[in-house]
């Protein structure tokens, strides 16, 4: 399995981002796709993960504020992210999995997310 992210960078608080992975591979593998984000000195946390169904699980963190969706048919995940704060700064990881609260079994290269005025 193989997932490309892209689509980080600098925004000011309370800005939008949207962050893409696109991935290829093994299909059960891709059952899940999902974002995890580790800030500096912090341990690599989830963000949100969706299946194919579209269930969804967020962070508390981020929910009613990041939205998360996929297209099955290109294998791409999305993270919407909307009233970005200073303590989303982090690098963003996209995984996949084959079930809806497993760990990741593949992860991307990260992205820089950061938040600062």
């Known amino acids: 399995v193989q997932l490309q992210a892209s689509g980080g960078g600098l925004v000011q608080p309370g800005g939008t981002l949207r962050l893409s992975c696109s991935a290829s591979g093994n299909f059960f593998s891709l059952n899940v796709m999902g974002w995890y984000r580790q800030a500096p000195g912090k341990q690599r946390e989830l963000v949100a993960r969706?299946?194919?169904?579209?269930?969804?699980n967020y962070a508390e963190t981020v929910e009613g504020r990041f939205t998360i969706s996929r297209d099955n048919a290109k294998n791409t995940v999305y993270l919407q992210m909307n009233s970005l704060k200073p303590e989303d700064t982090a690098v963003y990881y996209c995984?996949?999995?084959?079930?809806?609260?497993?760990?990741?079994?593949?992860w991307g290269q990260g992205t820089q997310v950061t938040v600062s005025s």
């Open positions: 969706i299946n194919r169904d579209g269930r969804t």
């Open positions: 995984t996949s999995a084959f079930a809806l609260f497993s760990n990741p079994e593949y």
